[in-house]
């Protein structure tokens, strides 16, 4: 008798997680599901041995580790390398429960979305990523006001911690892009272009995930590098106008040092995906009630 093929593929990229990966895969391992999935770790470079376990673990699917490539996403990587026809990006700090995957999958797979993400309880603090006070109701303040959700149930950003997509739309809208430091605007980015070529991101709250936030060692120096990603995100989609707005706002949190150099990548990503686009930003503000 066959083997029966990986329905989905779930990828986890890691740096320096302490003992998070291994908590949030014995989580996965007695959590029930029905569908045939894989697991992807990208180890990013770890210093602190949280990978060093999987060596000897014991886990009943198929379980691949990968090491990061320097300027490549490391959940595009993991994605290049999935057998499923579905895949679910997890942050290593995730308890599930029971017929987590179904729920998560079950409006991509009736066609009422192309992504989704589902609800969220946390235990611990998060480390403050913010470097300052963000005008309320504006751009990326609305990215750390999960989930704002539409009336329709629809949702402006996914969550960086755990999102699904079919592999076939996944490719369709280009994957993830590279060269942002932080996996929120790198998600806050697939989001808006999901919405920009005409596709639907949707909320799932019957599904709630748990969140366990951890001091590791060592730290994330990645997280200081917020600015220059947002500015990268604005440089691939928005006007002029908006662009110099989110530089002020940066350098009014943080200085010139997070500003960051003037990126060529983003904007040929930009000019890219503006010829497909559907919709324009100006759309999808109001559609969110964001303020530009």
């Known amino acids: 008798m066959s083997a029966q093929p990986i329905l989905v593929s779930v990828i986890i990229a890691v740096q320096n997680e302490g003992i998070d990966l291994q908590t949030t895969l014995e989580s996965m391992k007695v959590s029930r599901v029905a569908s045939s999935y894989e697991v992807i770790i990208v180890d990013e470079g770890s210093v602190d041995g949280c990978c060093d376990f999987l060596i000897h673990y014991k886990f009943d699917k198929p379980l ?42 079950e409006p991509i797979q009736h066609g009422r979305a192309d992504c989704t993400t589902p609800d969220f309880t946390a235990q611990g603090r998060p480390d403050n990523i913010q470097r300052c006070e963000l005008p309320a109701g504006g751009l990326f303040a609305s990215i750390y006001n999960f989930p704002a959700v539409s009336k329709q149930g629809d949702i402006p950003w996914l969550s960086s911690d755990c999102f699904a997509v079919s592999r076939q739309t996944f490719q369709e809208l280009g994957g993830l892009q590279d060269g942002f430091f932080t996996k929120e ?88 995906y503006l010829k497909i686009r559907k919709f324009d930003p100006v759309w999808f503000a109001h559609r969110f009630d964001i303020m530009l």
């Open 185 to 272: 605007i790198e998600t806050a980015e697939f989001s808006l272009r999901t919405w920009l070529l005409g596709r639907v991101c949707y909320y799932v709250p019957q599904i709630c995930l748990t969140l366990v936030f951890r001091h590791n060692y060592p730290p994330d120096e990645r997280l200081a590098y917020w600015g220059s990603d947002v500015i990268n995100l604005t440089r691939m989609h928005f006007e002029e106008e908006i662009i110099a707005k989110t530089r002020e706002l940066v350098r009014a949190c943080d200085g010139e040092q997070y500003v960051g150099p003037d990126r060529k990548e983003f904007d040929a990503a930009g000019e890219k």
């Open 64 to 105: 691949r580790k990968f090491k990061a490539q320097s300027g490549i996403s490391s959940r595009q990587l993991g994605a290049f390398h999935a057998l499923g026809s579905y895949l679910i990006f997890c942050s290593p700090r995730l308890y599930f429960e029971d017929g987590w995957m179904e729920e998560l999958l």
